[in-house]
């Protein structure tokens, strides 16, 4: 970690429709010492990854406008956001969803519904490795 | 001859009595119906639904002619909606401008030999893509030759076991599909099709496929029709399913069991009444097989439709609706009043072959020749404002019991603005529309005289009849 | 004239009533809002409370009337959506506010609504303490409150109640979807149960249970027997059963059947056929695929396509050729299109 307080926070994009777990995963991972910008729908997901490039973006699959999985595909595909790792949270059983997810270049999955501190321990596995 | 006219004037006394009597007892029913639905709706556990992959598949067909400009919109939303197992159709209908190729651009969308079900026979099928990024999405190109051809296309194409269709305008909500699915898990293996209440949008808020905000239209003509179709679904159809004779499950949105509509042969291409005939179809079927079954009507499962501003399209749309009727019954004549079809033969068939199709007849004509008469002195005044009394003042008692219904189980329309205006069209969609609206009817007997036959581009307009007691 | 009369005053009933549901729905409006800005005002507290810094938790804070309707709203929201020691906070919350033991006697209530609504908020209160009362409303004459109850049931993971939610499916007083999402939610402790409705009488039964083992199977303890358990069922009397142990040792990946699936191959049920396709796809193996592109290239289409998608996902070169062939059929033809995406 750097000195300069700026440089040494790093930005997380989370994004979902539902306000209340949008607003538990931003408030835990505030906690834990990271700078959350919020987003809504998939749309506002991207614009925030797109202007923030955040260290990590944390996209729920089921957003209106743009799914987590199109959200995933548009940032793998675009230069300047291409390596920002993705956590996707899905709500569905299926495997194939979270095959999905991976095919769309997510680099982890967490099960809705979720623990907060699982959630919180991978994002910490992923920004710790880089 | 006035004594004929007079005996006709009082048989479509007698007719107003019956109709609206009718009308207050399903009026009474879906009161009930709706008292034990409303506060049971917290209790649905859709979350759960949602998330079980015990839930069955649905794929949502969706027959698309020269909608380059909503199609992307639209199939977005489609694939965005809340349910845990869906794909999405398109099936284009030999458009004339963009539709498919807008499609191949935004869904990055590659050709692909799609094997499909040879069920139902259909026009030829030029080519189908498949979505890279999105594997629940195909689209069929077909020949022009109608929304019922390409429905038929899409039903041989579905993957699911139950298939949804809708119009390529119209807007699901985001939960309607969960909803509409519902009855599937509470009365496992019964329920045979499903339909869901329709609304107009015109006027309402609406972005990315959704409608945000619930206003009524500016056009007189379209807010006539939303309390129209209110009426129309809220009164009939929930009344209709609580005494199990739901007779029509609207094209515009219903779910109905792949594998039986591929038995029957799909949708008749030669109607303009297709759902009508498709419901009645399968109503036949089965209880020629003396299957049980259930056919239903989810109140909750809500789509939103545009409905025509201008006399003309509105005029062409019922008259349309008419011949519809007239083919449908034609078809299914023998059910009517025919007690091996059990309620359906007793009560839903007799009432639209006699309170639909020859309303005209004595609402319209009886109104007339009542006033005429009066005119003449062939009645007295006490006789006429009975007349009128049960033929347009219960008009609108029924019109208000729709919108109390309403207000009491939905509360759709937030303004206060927009319900008083509703009230006071109550007054004008009985006294005006209602006429008009069987002047429309009247010229749809000379469409039926006539033979005629309208295909292609006119045949997909207007799909969301309220049809089930609008009259 | 009296007639006219009755029939106006009727419409101006209909009116006063349109006008008060109007009045109504304002208050109920102006309701709403303040509740959302409670909801709003709550949330930092209800957040603190779910997911507290420090291991101590936060003190529940004591409200009062709408506030604690709409805190406890809140919370049971998040239990919907989170697991783990934020459940077990939730719980104590509302065991502390004496939440859990007013809706337990909630649960005898004379009015119908009342026992509904207690049935279902039980299971998002994630108090185990409930599980004894909820069994109980499994009893409750009305259909839904026996369906809340089970979905309660269900959502506090009561692994002792699977019997109870069995039967509840077996005799038919909740809708056999609706117990399945129950036993799914439970999970894997629910699979010892459900080895032993293997073989009880009613064919529907034993295809729900073998089609839930299918899907919990894989993490439970008793794994490791089930590949053995369920070829047997391949050669059950009824379709339904034979399909969905097909879907069942696929889904566990169990090549203990693998033999017994192509046997299935060629069955007389369409889907039957159809289900032993899929499995064998998810099973794999080259023993399989010749078998397999015999279906695709020549059965019905469900089994067929079902075929052609497995041969795609154990072979996809031998389906890319074999699409090419003239007699290759509609379905691989498909699969080898599809492969390419």
Known sequence: MSTDPAAAVPVIVAADDDQDILRLIAFRLERSGYRVVIAHDGEEALNAVREHVPALAVLDVRMPKMDGYEVTRAIRADEATRDIPVILLTARVQDADVQRGFEAGADDYVRKPFSPQELRSRVQAILGRR | ?471 | MTLMAGIIALALVGVALVLVSLVVRSSMGARDKRRAEATERLRPLAMELVDPDDDQGAPAPVLAGMEAEVFGDLLVHYSRQLRGEAEDRIAAYFEAAGEVDAQRRRLTARSERARVDAAFRLGDMASAAAVPDLLRAMEDPSLDVRAAAARSLGRLRAAETVEALISAAVTERVADPVVGIALLEIGPPAVPRLITLLDDPDPHHRAAAVRLIGLLGSAAAEADELPALLPALLRDMSADVRAAAADALGRLGASAGRDALIQLLHDRVAFVRAAAARALGQIGGQTVTEALLEVARADEFDPAADAAQALARIDPALVLTAAEAPDAGPHLREAADRLEL
């Open chain 2, 1 to 471: 001859m006035e004594t004929i006219l007079v005996g006709f004037s009082a048989m479509s006394f007698v007719y107003f009595v019956l109709l609206n009597g009718f009308y207050l007892a399903l009026t009474a029913l879906a009161w009930v119906d709706l008292r034990r639905k409303v506060w049971r709706r917290r209790y649905l556990g859709l979350d759960d639904v949602f998330a079980s992959p015990l839930t069955p598949g649905i794929s949502v067909i969706v027959p698309a002619y020269n909608e380059e400009v909503v199609i992307v919109e639209s199939v977005r939303s489609l694939l965005a909606l809340r349910y845990p197992r869906h794909e999405v159709v398109v099936v284009n209908d030999g458009s004339a401008d963009a539709t498919v190729q807008t499609l191949i651009e935004a869904f990055d969308m590659v050709p692909v030999r799609q094997a499909m079900r040879e069920g139902i026979p259909t026009a030829e099928i030029r080519a189908t893509y498949a979505s890279r990024p999105h594997p629940g999405l195909l689209v069929l190109d077909k020949a022009n030759a109608g929304r019922s051809d390409a429905l038929n296309a899409g039903f041989n194409a579905a993957r699911h076991p139950y298939v949804c269709m809708i119009d390529a305008d119209s807007l699901l909500e985001p939960d309607a599909l969960l909803r509409i699915a519902k009855p599937l898990l509470d009365q496992p293996g019964s329920v045979v099709a499903a339909g869901g209440t329709i609304r107009a949008a015109n006027g309402c808020l609406i972005d990315h496929g959704q409608v945000l905000d619930v206003r009524l239209p500016r056009s007189r003509l379209a807010t006539i029709q939303s309390l129209e179709y209110i009426r129309a679904f809220l009164i009939a159809r929930v009344g209709w399913g609580r005494v199990h004779a739901l007779g029509l499950i609207s094209g515009a949105f219903g779910i109905f069991d792949r594998s039986l509509l591929q038995t029957v042969g799909g949708l008749w291409t030669d109607t303009v009444g297709e759902d009508l005939e498709l419901t009645l179809r399968l109503h036949r079927y089965l209880r020629d097989r003396g299957e049980p079954y259930e056919v239903v009507f989810v109140d909750d499962a809500v789509c939103w439709t545009e409905v025509p501003e201008d006399l003309t399209t509105l005029g062409r749309q019922r008259r349309r609706w008419q011949r519809g009727l007239w083919e449908a019954l034609l078809r299914h004549r023998a059910m009517i009043g025919n007690p091996r079809y059990g309620v359906i033969g007793l009560l839903t068939m007799i009432y639209f072959a006699v309170f639909e199709f020859l309303s005209p007849i004595f609402a319209l004509l009886g109104l007339l020749v009542t006033l005429g008469l009066w005119l003449t002195g062939g009645v007295g005044s006490g006789y006429l404002a009975s007349f009128v009394a049960v033929s347009l003042l219960l008009g609108i008692v029924l019109s208000t019991a729709a919108l109390v219904l309403e207000e009491v189980s939905f509360g759709t329309y937030k303004r206060r603005r927009d319900v008083l205006r509703l009230l006071a069209y109550t007054l004008l969609e009985n006294v005006g529309y209602r006429q008009l609206h069987h002047v429309w009817r009247l010229l749809g007997f000379v469409d039926i005289a006539r033979g005629k036959t309208e295909w292609g581009a006119q045949k997909r307009q207007g799909l969301a009849r309220p049809v089930g007691g609008a009259d």
